[in-house]
């Protein structure tokens, strides 16, 4: 009988440690429509496609546009500023360091904020207030020929130290369509 307790007391500590862990787990990777749980916001890559050009908008040559379309929703305990770099875009071999783009919102070179050129394209900056949810177009010029993608993102914490720290880095994986 003793041995009995004793093997049910383990198996209960054993569940809920199990239980507990999955509670604690964040997923790091994701497909269309899966929402991504940061420690600030969850957003979710809802869709994707490739275009030539984008309300005016024409990549260089040699480029395509890859248009994302993501919902964001602050789940911290505060208001907080978004940024639309906080979004790369990837793609090709892991190896190569330069096969990523931000959005064309922001000049790559000067990091410099530049306006939308549409209206369903999320600005370079915005707030966000607690629990409030956002839904806008992400737009990268990324090489021709390439349609399998991911969209990071890479949580980082100002803890007032002079170094930076860094949380988990979160990727939504997808095959990005012909335009609509």
């Known amino acids: 009988m003793k041995m009995k307790k004793l093997l049910a007391a383990a198996g209960a500590l054993c569940l809920a440690v199990t239980l507990g862990a999955c509670q604690l787990f964040t997923p790091t ?33 040699g480029n395509q546009l890859l248009v994302a379309d993501i919902t964001v929703k602050n789940t911290f305990r505060e208001s907080i500023e978004m940024y639309d770099t906080d979004f790369q875009a990837q793609w090709g071999e892991d190896e190569d360091p330069e096969a990523y783009s931000i959005p064309i919102t922001t000049d790559p070179e000067t990091f410099t904020e530049l306006e939308p050129v549409g209206g369903d394209q999320l600005p370079g900056t915005y707030p966000l207030a607690v629990d409030e949810e956002r839904s806008g177009q992400l737009v990268y010029e990324v090489p021709q020929g390439y349609v399998d993608f991911s969209l990071s993102y890479l949580e980082l914490y100002d803890d007032g130290s002079e170094e930076e720290n860094t949380g988990d880095t979160y990727f939504v994986f997808f095959t990005a369509q012909d335009a609509p």
């Open 29 to 61: 990777e994701g497909r269309l429509n899966d929402t991504m749980h940061t420690m600030f916001f969850d957003f979710t890559v809802t869709g994707a496609y490739l275009a030539e050009e984008y309300e005016g908008y024409q990549p260089a040559e």
